[in-house]
């Protein structure tokens, strides 16, 4: 029984990191931007966050690195799709050869490197309580903030008025436009802010999750985040949940793996991707209920008159 508590408990954490991923580009993809440097982002992030909390022994300190990274090259992808209309499926795509490649350049030297010794939580001190405290009190922070920020979200989109403004550029930005709003400037700021959440799962995989650098790291999921959302049907909660989901078949294939399971190793690791293409090709089947939560302007260039 004691295995199930620790297993769930390595649910979260490693469905935290798909979560803050997909909810950043949920956010701009509700501003009609899509993202698919979302892979890149994060290794570029890992990398700059893993480096910073080497040589300052502070994790706060690379997580700030992640996040401003996967700012900063978020804030390039942007300037190039929203203000000089390339496209933003191939930008995106670049995005994430670049991230691949100056990652693994930057990262050489720190292949063998070791951070200072992990912090060890035990909220409320339930850390030792039965079943409830290894799977639920043993968390990182940001974990938390992860299901902290969904509920963010859902109050943001649906009870504000930014959150209103925010949609209405994703279904009609020329509607919005007339009516006064910069809408360059709102998908500019969304793509930087989900650009900085990419950044922030990037350093919780490296500082956190794993914790090490090894290049390539990120494995496919940036794009399993991208999946998501489409998975998630456009709402964070659902988009929270197929994360965890997703998270916990990767758990599973590492948990069969450890058990010595007869199932070949390399269709154990194939898991959570198989998992990815079904749960697609099954939300694919219904095309009109993908069109009536999809931002309508999504993928399409915005033009000033």
């Given amino acids: 029984m004691e295995v199930y508590p620790l297993l769930f408990a390595s649910t979260l954490s490693a469905g935290t990191v798909l979560a803050l991923a997909a909810l950043g580009l949920l956010i701009n993809e509700k501003s009609g931007v899509v993202n698919l440097g979302a892979e890149g982002m994060m290794l570029c ?25 996967g700012a900063l090259l978020s804030a390039a992808f942007g300037w190039l799709v929203i203000w000089l209309n390339a496209n933003q499926y191939a930008t995106g795509l670049a995005l994430t050869l670049f991230g691949a490649g100056f990652s693994a350049f930057v990262g050489t030297g720190y292949v063998q490197a070791r951070l200072a010794e992990r912090p060890r939580f035990n909220w409320l ?27 963010a979200l859902i109050w943001m989109l649906y009870r504000t008025r930014v959150g209103l403004v925010l949609r209405a550029v994703g279904e009609s930005p020329e ?57 998630g049907t456009w709402r964070p909660m659902r988009v929270l949940l197929g994360a965890y989901l997703f998270g916990g078949v990767t758990m599973l294939q590492f948990y069969l793996q450890s058990q010595g399971s007869a199932i070949p190793s390399q269709l154990l690791s194939a898991m959570p991707y198989l998992a990815t293409v079904v749960v697609l090709a099954l939300i694919s089947r219904n095309p009109t209920w993908i069109r009536v939560n999809m931002p309508a302007s999504l993928g399409k260039p915005f033009y000033p008159g």
């Fill in 45 to 69: 992030a890992a990398i700059a966050g893993f480096a910073t909390a080497v040589h300052t022994g502070s994790d706060s300190l690379g997580f700030l690195a992640g996040m401003a990274v």
């Fill in 125 to 151: 001190g339930m850390g030792d309580v039965p079943i409830i405290g290894p799977a639920l009190m043993r968390q990182h922070p940001l974990v938390y903030f992860g299901i902290a920020l969904t509920i």
């Fill in 175 to 231: 509607s919005a436009h007339a009516l006064g709003y910069p809408v360059r400037r709102i998908r500019m700021l969304a793509v930087i802010s989900g650009g900085a959440l990419c950044g922030l799962a990037g350093g919780f995989l490296s500082l956190v999750y794993t914790p090490l650098w090894v290049e390539g790291m990120v494995a496919g999921k940036g794009w399993i985040a991208l999946a998501l959302t489409t998975f």
